[in-house]
Each structure stands twice: as C-alpha cells, then as structure tokens.
C-alpha cells in the first residue's frame, strides 16, 4: 500500500467515527468531540492533499489555521455548554428544544 491509500483509509477512518459518534450520541459533549474527530480528518485531508501535489508547505500552514479556529470553536462550545448544564441541569440535545425564557 502506497502513503496515499494509507491515508486515505485513516481520512474515511476518523470521518467515520466522527460521524457515527455525532449522529448516535445526543450528550452535547460527545457531539463537540465527535466534530473534533472529524476536523482532525479534513486537516489530515489537507495534509495528504499538499503533500500528492507537491505544496507541503501551504497545506501545512492552513492546517495550522484550522487547527486554531478549531481550537477556539471547541472552546466556546464547551462554554456554552457548561451555560446550559448550569441552566438546564442536563447535557442532552433532544431535551434543549424545550428551553423556555
């Protein structure tokens, strides 16, 4: 097996797992989580990109910027949530469409 195929097999890997992650779980922790797993594969995908077509280095720098937007998504994300598990007493997703003034 080639880098490539390798690779390619991790992306669909971790994009898998992020997915069943995001979509069997209602816990917003889990889904925080799961979204980070499946970042993790498209700055993979980037670097796998940069590297089949010769551009390591630019693949390397926006990966760099994903990674710190990502980082201050997951912050605020979790911020949010502790808001609601202060709020609501509860992390599940299905229970907040019932959050009333």
């Known amino acids: 097996m080639t880098f490539l195929q390798v690779a390619f097999i991790g992306i669909i890997a971790l994009l898998g797992v992020g997915l069943y992650a995001l979509l069997a779980g209602r816990n917003l922790i889990k889904a925080i989580i799961a979204l980070q797993i499946m970042t993790k594969a498209a700055i993979l995908a980037l670097i796998v990109a940069g590297d089949a077509v ?48």
């Not at 760099?64 to 509860?90: E, F, N, P, S």
Request: overall charge positive; glycine content about 4%.
């Open 54 to 101: 010769g551009r390591v280095n630019l693949a390397q720098s926006i990966a760099l910027t994903v990674i710190v937007v990502d980082t201050i998504v997951a912050v605020l994300a979790l911020a949010l949530v502790v808001q609601i598990k202060r709020r609501t007493g509860h992390l599940d997703a299905a229970q907040l469409t019932r959050l009333q003034h």
